[in-house]
T-cell receptor, first 113, second 111 residues
Framework: GENVEQHPSTLSVQEGDSAVIKCTYSDSASNYFPWYKQELGKRPQLIIDIRSNVGEKKDQRIAVTLNKTAKHFSLHITETQPEDSAVYFCAARGTGGGNKLTFGTGTQLKVEL | EAGVAQSPRYKIIEKRQSVAFWCNPISGHATLYWYQQILGQGPKLLIQFQNNGVVDDSQLPKDRFSAERLKGVDSTLKIQPAKLEDSAVYLC?????????FGPGTRLTVL
């Protein structure tokens, strides 16, 4: 089955700096890669996603890049703000069974003033 | 558009007791998922429904967990009997296409 690794597990940045979170996946046939933001005690919220036929996607301060050859994808947050502090999860959708999502282990992002 | 609804939000039970969780997906979403999220980890899929049929239940501990979606809308997830290691947040999600939208979850504590 699909295996997703996520790094780093914790990330601390100063307000206004950029943050980058990286994930690798094992199933070369995976075709969809969403990112979720989860604040403490709340539901995971979809913040951006990318399909395997696209190399990069941007939405305001958030961007995701995908390298299918290397089987890795990254989340980039620019001009970080305190409200960006949360746990971020990457996921990959495999092609077996019901095309299920496999999640990474999460990155705790802290944006310091 | 209303989001995914779940109840209860919190549940505390003793081991060997039974518990049930309810989920109402976003209207029109044919696919419904139940995930288990243990503290400090990402969500892990337990079962996936397409309308009222099971698509994937390979990670559902079938000796104690069961789920149903009889009319293709609401779903219930049951644990009987509960073990200490079942303490987690149980998340329901639904999708129309690829994007999955999560409910607020039910935080289960097994004592």
């Amino acid at each position: 089955g699909e295996n997703v690794e996520q790094h780093p597990s914790t990330l601390s940045v100063q307000e206004g700096d950029s943050a980058v979170i990286k994930c690798t996946y094992s199933d070369s046939a995976s075709n969809y890669f969403p990112w979720y933001k989860q604040e403490l005690g709340k539901r995971p919220q979809l913040i951006i996603d990318i399909r395997s036929n696209v190399g990069e996607k941007k939405d305001q301060r958030i961007a995701v890049t995908l390298n299918k050859t290397a089987k890795h994808f990254s989340l980039h947050i620019t001009e970080t703000q305190p409200e960006d502090s949360a746990v971020y999860f990457c996921a990959a959708r495999g092609t077996g069974g019901g095309n299920k999502l496999t999640f990474g282990t999460g990155t705790q992002l802290k944006v310091e003033l | 558009e209303a989001g995914v609804a779940q109840s209860p939000r919190y549940k505390i039970i003793e081991k060997r007791q039974s518990v049930a969780f309810w989920c109402n997906p976003i209207s029109g979403h044919a696919t419904l998922y139940w995930y288990q999220q243990i503290l400090g980890q990402g969500p892990k899929l337990l079962i996936q429904f397409q309308n009222n049929g099971v698509v994937d239940d390979s990670q559902l501990p079938k000796d104690r967990f069961s789920a149903e979606r009889l009319k293709g809308v609401d779903s219930t997830l049951k644990i009987q009997p509960a073990k200490l290691e079942d303490s987690a947040v149980y998340l329901c999600a639904s999708s129309l296409d690829r994007a999955q939208y999560f409910g607020p979850g039910t935080r289960l504590t097994v004592l």
